[in-house]
């Protein structure tokens, strides 16, 4: 079931599951699933528009706006980095410092994975903060103040400490031991195109990521 956390004639903002594409892909072989972005202009028989994604294999907070207007507000906004967001993850080891930030510049490589690359990557900047330390992996809240695909995923792998169950970033054997990627949308911050009010929108960790938790304190 696809959750509606909030609606209004500017906006919808959905709480995505796991294992659901936010926009179309661009596989052919064989033909990619119908993405949340088709299955909201479906069922709302109306033309959406796309302003933000969140990984296919990430759940939480994502906003489509309704209208021209509104997505070229909402766009403006995330594109001058006044959106803010907020990210749980679950790593793999014993992070020692209680926060930090990330700052290194990544792009995209030919195999649809990214990295690190100091003399030609777009900047990009992640803020975290540890929330709780299992004897084996650490749970963090994470701040992306760009917007870079993959960019979470990519800044904590490169500091030692991947997110559980991310195939493409970490030992991929360990990593198929994990029936999902342990990074959810929690929090995102935005202003209302139509009020300009400043606003937070929630969605709780599924059950799914709260599985993998008890997991982890177990191990």
């Known amino acids: 079931m696809i959750e509606t956390l909030f609606e209004n004639e500017d906006l919808i903002i959905i709480n995505k599951p796991e294992g ?3 926009i179309p892909e661009r596989q ?11 299955w909201l202009c479906t069922q709302r028989g109306e033309e959406i528009f796309i ?3 969140i990984d296919k294999d990430t759940s939480g907070v994502i906003l489509f706006a309704r209208t021209a207007e509104a997505h070229r507000r909402l766009s403006l906004e995330f594109q001058r980095r006044l959106v ?11 992070m ?5 930030a990330i700052d290194k510049p990544l792009g995209q490589r030919g195999s649809g994975r990214v990295s690190v690359c ?9 803020e975290y903060r540890v929330l709780h330390r299992f004897p084996a992996y ?6 992306p103040k760009t917007g870079r695909r993959h960019q979470i995923r990519v800044h904590l792998y490169s500091i030692g400490h991947a997110i559980v169950g991310d195939r493409l970033y970490g030992d991929r054997e360990i990593q198929r031991a994990y029936p999902r990627m342990m990074l959810h949308a929690q929090r995102l911050t935005i202003r209302l ?13 599924p059950e799914s990521f709260e599985r993998l938790l008890l997991r982890a304190d177990a191990s």
Do not use: I
Not at 138 to 143: G, N, S
Not at 193 to 205: I, V
């Open 138 to 143: 650490t749970l963090v809240e994470a701040y």
């Open 118 to 126: 100091p003399q030609s990557g777009r900047e990009s900047y992640t």
């Open 28 to 38: 052919r072989d064989p033909p990619p699933a119908e993405s949340l972005y088709e």
């Open 51 to 53: 302003v933000h994604r």
């Open 84 to 94: 803010h967001k907020e990210y749980l993850a679950l790593t793999h080891g014993v």
């Open 193 to 205: 195109p139509g009020s300009g009010e400043m606003r937070t929108f929630e969605a709780p960790p």
């Open 20 to 22: 659901l594409s936010a």
């Open 96 to 100: 020692a410092a209680d926060e930090g």
